[in-house]
């Protein structure tokens, strides 16, 4: 395990490199396990986890086998690969691995990853495939992958160093996952300008407007708009994806929210708000941010109207940018999330965790909690 680890870790020194010429070499030299399974892609800024969560679920409990791609991971590394919502494990992981390692290319982090689950999944006679995108569309490696069906969840300014500088840009971007003659149905962005960005790319595109505002449920609304689009068999449940709106019941109780951008925090501080508890907490960590301030704003206004007991702010660890220091001033800071959740009084019903999915993964691994999906 040691030396194939290394080399997959050793990897992460190549960077971020979008392109989509070296993983469908790959996929070729693979005997593309990809067209094995039906494969489903799945983009976007906010949500787009939540409704692989609710497809994977639902395609499961319609009598198939599932398998799903996401990243990043929480806590371990095989949860990027999942069957019937379960984390695959450490043998099989690397067993792919090395059939990776074997091609001898020179692969980014994601795309080696990315290539192990359809190893996996493809061997495991997976019926239906779901592949999470991981930043954009358009060059992402998951958009080597032939597939029956693409979905776009919301989309918000993010990744503006890459994806561009504006709604719109981003916007054509994540549309860009569209394959002629393939169904796509897109998450109605509500402004005119990002709509007809989005029918640039994806001209047969199907626009939709979900009826919920929760998180999950949204999702939940998006997975069976999709399933019917496509007359796929699908069975609706409550789905629990980690760290999206999360409560872990210990004692106090602790709810996990990865919102991460502006338009995710102002999404989910009003559904926070429906659950929190007279007396609780907030741990708040993130990464940095194109805007703080509207990062910021939901929250201080919750605060304002649901003054919590305590405050700390800490900086997630072993994401893709170092944490923030300080993000709200004048609060205790502690740099280490484990010793940050530590230090928090426990004279509460109920510990907020909230800013980065990283964050999130950080407190689950502190606390051993697994990472699955139920």
Known sequence: MGDIRAWLFSSKSKGMSLGLERVTIALEKLNRPDKKMYCIHVAGSNGKGSVCAHLSSGLHRAGFKVGLFSSPHLVKIEERVRINGKSIDTASFDRALEKVKSL???????????????????????????????????LDATRSAEVIGCLV???????????G?????????KAAIFRPGIPMLIRDPGIATVRNAMREEAIAAKFYTPDSTDFMAE????????????????IR???TWPARMQIINTKPQILLEAAHNPS??????????????????????TSPQNDMSAFLQPLYELILSHP???IITTEPQNGRYPGVKNPIPKVDHIPQPAKAYETISKDCEMILVIGSLYLCGNIMEHLGIDADIS
């Open 308 to 310: 919590p007991l305590e």
């Open 264 to 285: 995710g925090m102002v999404k989910a501080i009003p559904e926070i708000a429906r659950k929190l508890p007279q007396r609780w907490s907030l741990l708040m960590g």
């Open 219 to 234: 999702a939940g609304d998006l997975a069976t708009k999709f399933c019917e689009m496509l007359n796929l068999p699908f």
């Open 237 to 239: 449940r409550d789905v």
């Open 153 to 163: 969840t919301s989309v918000t300014l993010e990744h503006s160093d890459i994806l």
């Open 165 to 173: 500088d504006t709604i719109e840009k981003i916007a054509r971007e």
């Open 104 to 138: 001898k290319m020179d692969l980014t982090f994601f795309e080696i990853t990315y290539l192990v689950s359809l190893i996996i999944c493809s061997e495991e006679n997976v019926r239906y495939m779901i592949l999470e995108t991981g930043l954009g569309g358009r």
